[in-house]
């Protein structure tokens, strides 16, 4: 009953390869998020859908593309996988509320996905 | 751009002595605040957020914040921590409106160890 879902948890590949990571949640939000935690433990947004509609877009090589087949779904799909996309890749999803309004920005998180790339 | 910064990477504490972390952010509009942590091997679960009103919010198992607007910081409070305090918290911080609404800023992560 895990409300926000990432498979796989661990993800190791060699450079050059295609793979998929995919995030579910059950909470019945309409939006959801990919961010990246790097070595630094920084976590920066990736992608933001919003019943399937993306909404934020910030500088990622175009190697990298999300899919949101429904508003619960969000998958990122990367392509021709580099050394430098090892990392943690969270996802995340919120209900769009008003802005500033108790429930908009409150963001749910996913337990992680480790990627590896040799 | 907004940013978020956290004043201390690694903080270690005996059981029973009081915590506080540092936030700072820059950004000049309206922002909502937030404090998340990540236990060891879990995921980032939201332990207090300020939107509006009282400045001093309570969160889950006796933590605070305050936001104080003309420090542009957003620190975080308990007055006794326990062993199972461990874990990374990170602070962050999203624009209240706008074009960004719902973009999270994170700053990089203060890692407590508390000893028994």
């Known amino acids: 009953d895990t409300a926000v879902s990432q498979t796989p948890k661990y993800l190791v590949t060699q450079m050059g390869n295609d793979k998929s990571i995919k995030c579910e949640q059950n909470?019945?939000?309409?939006?959801m998020y990919w961010y990246k935690q790097d070595s630094k433990k920084f976590l920066k947004i990736m992608f933001s859908?919003?019943?399937?509609?993306?909404?934020i877009n910030e500088t990622v090589p175009n190697r990298f593309s999300p899919k949101s087949p429904d508003k619960a779904h969000l998958n990122l799909h990367i392509n021709s996988l580099e050394l430098g996309d090892s990392a943690v890749y969270f996802c995340?999803?919120?209900?769009?509320?008003?802005?500033?309004?108790?429930?908009?920005?409150?963001?749910?998180f996913g337990a992680g996905t480790r990627l590896s790339v040799l | 751009a907004q940013s978020v910064s956290q004043h201390n990477h690694h903080v270690i504490l005996s059981e029973a002595a009081s915590l506080e972390l540092g936030c700072n952010y820059s950004?000049?509009?309206?922002?909502?605040l937030f404090w998340y942590v990540q236990y060891p091997g879990q995921h980032l679960q939201l332990l207090l957020k300020?939107?509006?009103?009282?400045?001093l919010v309570k969160g889950i198992k006796g933590f605070e914040a305050e936001f104080i607007k003309s420090k542009f910081s957003f620190n975080l409070r308990k007055p006794s921590v326990q062993w199972s305090d461990t874990a990374e918290y990170f602070c962050?911080?999203?624009?209240?409106?706008?074009?960004?609404?719902?973009?999270?800023?994170f700053g990089q992560g203060t890692i407590l160890t508390v000893h028994p």
């Open positions: 962050a911080v999203a624009n209240a409106g706008g074009t960004s609404y719902g973009k999270l800023t």
């Open positions: 859908y919003n019943n399937k509609e993306l909404i």
């Open positions: 995340a999803s919120s209900r769009r509320g008003l802005a500033g309004g108790p429930g908009g920005n409150i963001q749910y």
């Open positions: 300020y939107f509006s009103g009282d400045p």
């Open positions: 950004y000049g509009g309206t922002v909502n």
């Open positions: 909470l019945g939000h309409d939006t």
